[in-house]
């Protein structure tokens, strides 16, 4: 579904619209009672109040960004793949990056209210559909749509705030202030939605709309994230079922000609130039762009064609002064004959951009990459008029992260066969010609060690897709991409902000200080007190 204007879909929605649970609000018509709301009428309102709910997903601090909002792609950012290097202080997000951040950073109101935003469409089409005069069927199917999409971000809120107050009625001006809700509540409610929203929606539908794989794809990514296996294994294994397969040719994945691919379940759909519904997160100036740098430690997670880390440690000349190395000098050579995902993942020496750079010919675009490395996934350097505007879909979910995840949930459960885990990872190694775990790490690994090679696999495979930092935190393994990431910066001399971990607070983001003034029953999670 392509979604509408924003406006539109305000207008259609809730009498009363929150940004959150206690934030300012916008009254039309006096009105604060869903049940009395004269803009749900007729089945044109709903779609137009669905539309609405899909479009809230375009918010550039969820699946879009410009060059200042956190978006998918910048929040790897906080993460080992990436950085703010050359940009820090500018980009939001660089301060949490940096281990500084407090509740009062712009980044944690901004992703809430963009967050509770799209909970409060999804809210208000859910108590205002029962009231519709419209096909049965075409009514459980959007109400299933409203409830999956809902989910999403609560699943996205509970890994980053944890406990946060759990909306699920449009709200009046009576009950605006509300308490907390306990994360393993809130999933276990959402699992419960989930699983009915599968069995009324169908396999398949427009692109961009949720449908029955959508749904169970993301109950598995709901019970994986919480640990629980059994549910994962059983949403996933239902997936596996409905006849997804990956695309053929993985450089062309992230690109307009690759959204029609059979392994994209869920899209946020973006249509450009000039229609008001492009997309902004991979814009750029005809150069790689430096606000957004990937990492030599990401880099080197791309192993050479035979499966194996490079072994080749020069990354660039060293500077004259002999501390470091100079990033404008980078040596090329490391970075061939690797698995071919580096070179539709990340911009790396030896490249071209738009006819510009090749070995022995760096480019660095308008200012090099303290790294020595750019993002490349979505990034389309032969569209240079329409890049703040264009048409390339956000993948939400994709088929290889349902057998990684598959293959993690059976690891970490216990009781796998060998081979039933190992053909998980290997279709995904395949794809693009990468040699089997048996043919590389043999047939006999621990759980501890089949478990890394899973962890490593996703890492290569969905970097900048909005998932790496949620692995990080649900893996406790922040301190360990904090520890790359300075070792990378201090070893190099590279032109990094110094990156600290704060224990285990920096594994739930503090509520909003805005939040906290305007609404008395909310409390401090205890780590940030």
Not at 306 to 322: F, L, M, R
Not at 332 to 352: H, I, K, Q, S, W
Not at 499 to 516: A, H, M, Q
Request: negative net charge.
């Amino acid at each position: 579904m392509k979604s509408i204007n924003k406006f539109i879909g305000l207008m259609l929605l809730s009498g009363v619209m929150f940004s959150s649970c206690s934030d300012s609000f916008l009254q039309r018509d006096s009105l604060t009672d869903s049940s009395t709301n004269t803009f749900w009428q007729t089945e044109e309102d709903v779609i137009m109040g669905l539309a609405a709910c899909y479009d809230g997903l375009q918010n550039n601090e969820l699946y879009n960004s410009d060059q200042y909002s956190l978006g998918p792609l910048y929040m790897d950012c906080i993460t080992d793949n990436g950085g703010h290097f050359n940009w820090s202080g500018w980009m939001e997000g660089y301060d949490m990056a940096m281990g500084v951040h407090t509740p009062s950073s712009g980044i944690l109101s901004s992703y809430w209210k963009a967050s509770y935003e799209v909970i409060n469409r999804c809210n208000a089409l859910v108590a205002n559909i029962e009231n519709i005069e419209m096909d049965a069927d075409a009514k459980a199917v959007y109400r299933a749509e409203a409830i999956t999409l809902r989910a999403l971000i609560y699943c996205n809120l509970t890994m980053t705030y944890q406990d946060v107050p759990y909306i699920t009625a449009p709200q009046s001006i009576t009950d605006a202030e509300c308490e907390k809700t306990g994360r393993a509540t809130i999933v276990a409610d959402l699992m419960k939605d989930l699983k009915e929203a599968a069995t009324v929606l169908p396999s398949s539908a427009a692109r961009g709309r949720i449908t029955k794989g959508a749904a169970l794809s993301l109950l598995g990514r709901v019970a994986l994230y919480n640990e629980k296996w059994d549910d994962a294994i059983s949403a996933y294994k239902e997936v596996m079922g409905l006849g997804y397969t990956l695309y053929d040719d993985y450089s062309k994945l992230f690109t307009e000609e690759g959204e029609t691919a059979s392994e994209i379940i869920l899209a946020v759909r973006y249509e450009g130039p000039g229609k008001s519904e492009g997309a902004s997160y991979n814009a750029h100036w005809n150069t790689p762009l430096e606000a957004l740098n990937g990492t030599v430690d990401l880099a080197d997670a791309f192993y050479t064609i035979d499966g194996k880390p490079t072994t080749d440690t020069k990354i660039a000349e060293p500077n004259e002064s002999g501390n470091g190395v100079d990033v404008s000098k980078p040596n090329a050579a490391r970075y061939e004959n690797r698995d071919p995902r580096l070179y539709a993942t990340l911009f790396v020496p030896g490249m071209t951009w738009n006819g510009k750079g090749g070995e022995g010919n760096w480019y660095g675009g308008a200012s090099a990459s303290n790294s020595t490395v750019y993002v490349y996934k979505y990034f389309n350097p032969f569209d240079t008029a329409n890049s703040w505007d264009n048409g390339q879909d956000f993948y939400l979910i994709r088929y290889p992260e349902v057998l990684l995840s598959l293959a993690e949930a059976m690891v970490q459960k216990g009781g796998y066969t060998y081979s039933d885990v190992t053909s998980l990872v290997n279709e995904v190694r395949q794809r693009v010609g990468m040699p089997t775990v048996e043919s590389v790490e043999g047939t006999s690994l621990s759980q501890a060690d089949l478990l890394e090679v899973i962890k490593h696999e996703r890492r290569v495979e969905l970097a900048f897709e909005g998932l790496r930092l949620f692995d990080l935190y649900r893996w406790k393994e922040l301190d360990k991409a904090v520890r790359n990431i300075e070792n990378e910066r201090i070893t190099n001399g590279f032109n990094y902000e110094m990156r600290i971990f704060n224990g285990d607070k920096d594994y739930v983001w503090p509520i909003p200080t805005s939040e906290l003034d305007t609404n008395g029953k909310l409390v401090q999670n205890d780590l940030w007190k």
